[in-house]
């Protein structure tokens, strides 16, 4: 644990995590001897570019390490699935490692973990990312990989059929099996009013097995298209050599003539507070969530969030742990969830009981531990502890080609601009515990909540 330290303590902590391999040899620190410093953190460089068929391509070369990452970003994503075809930007994550006009079912899969790469991808809110690490010599069959699975993947009737039922069973396992995953599964349609975010990422049974073949095909030719992409390069690799195959592979790429349909739905702002009483097959003990409205993720008080998270519910040490889990040992677990995206955003508050109590009785816990943060005093080591380990943790990820990649991609789906990583470590580290306390105030204590109850169904 951190305490209130002079500028050579901090030093001395943050050469410790660079020798452990915690933080880079290149983070410095730099502030005045009587407050803990600011890590002063060399910036990312990185070339940005737009091709004439609207391709956004980063490419931030460095290091000596002999592999590159290789990622590309299409804005789409939960949000933009159509309405009665929720999972649909899901679904194409998963067709994406299909056939395509010049490459085998899962040949994307040969090209990466055959020579030691690995690649994968994931669907969010705003976003459908997927991602690559080879050995730096095979950047270029990437590169053409993945302009060929943009405009030529066969997304054909045997192909659509057997990863559907890869999600429907991703799914089940998720949500119908897991104990609580109806819970958590309940939280966005809850947090949201207006807003497609309301409709959770991962779809429905119902909604996958109600689509036809030409819906898949109309919902890939409407968002797989380079104006929509964000091509990120990082790592070991010759620029001027990148410039030459993302013109080869990328530049013939069409754009096409119809536009980009975007969700322009703004969330009204929440005026009532209201409870849910929600069950679930085989629920061990009870549990509440609290859910308030938040700012979205580019908003100034998004890095206060994440110091919010860090002092209710980052790990052991963390207050709702301390008080819930371990004082009043009311709750078995309790945490914290913002739930920060491009167009607006929410944050919940959870408890899993204990024993079988009643879920309501975990709400007043959970509403005094936000109160005490919010007009108690935060002691300067506990504020001091929470920033060094959200920092480390950030800079951890950044060590790697494909950490600093993804760091880009986030910039660029929820600022629209890679600029942005070489700000939010400087954002979070100026956070107070003064802008912890105002953040609360504005947007949780006193503020109209959704107070989910969840509880075992009745037999």
Known sequence: ???????????????????????????????????????AVAPMKFKRRTLANGLEVIAEPGGTGGSVSVQVWYRVGGKDDPVGRSGFAHLFEHLMFKSTRYMKSEQFDRLTEDVGGQNNAFTAEDVTAYFATVPSHHLERILWAEAERMVNLNVDEANFKSERAVVEEEFRQRVLANPYGRLFEAMAPNAFIDHPYKRPVIGSIEDLESASLDDVRAFHSTFYRPDNAVLIVTGDFDGAQLDQWVDRYFGPLKKPDTPIPRVNVKEPVRTQSRQVALTGPNVPLPAAVLIWQAPNAADKDAAAFQVIQGLLAGGESSRLNESLVYRQRIAQSAGMEPMLHTDAGAVAVYAIASGQRQPQSLVAPLHAELARLAKGPIPAAELDKVKTQLLTAALNGRQTSLGRGTSIGWAMIHDKDPEAVNRELTELQAVTAADVQRVLRQYVIGKPAVTLFYTQEAK
């Open 1 to 39: 644990m951190l305490l209130q330290t002079s500028r050579r303590a901090w030093l001395a902590r943050a050469a410790l995590l660079a020798a452990a391999g915690a933080l880079p040899a290149w983070v410095v620190a730099a502030a005045p001897a009587t407050t803990p410093a600011a890590l």
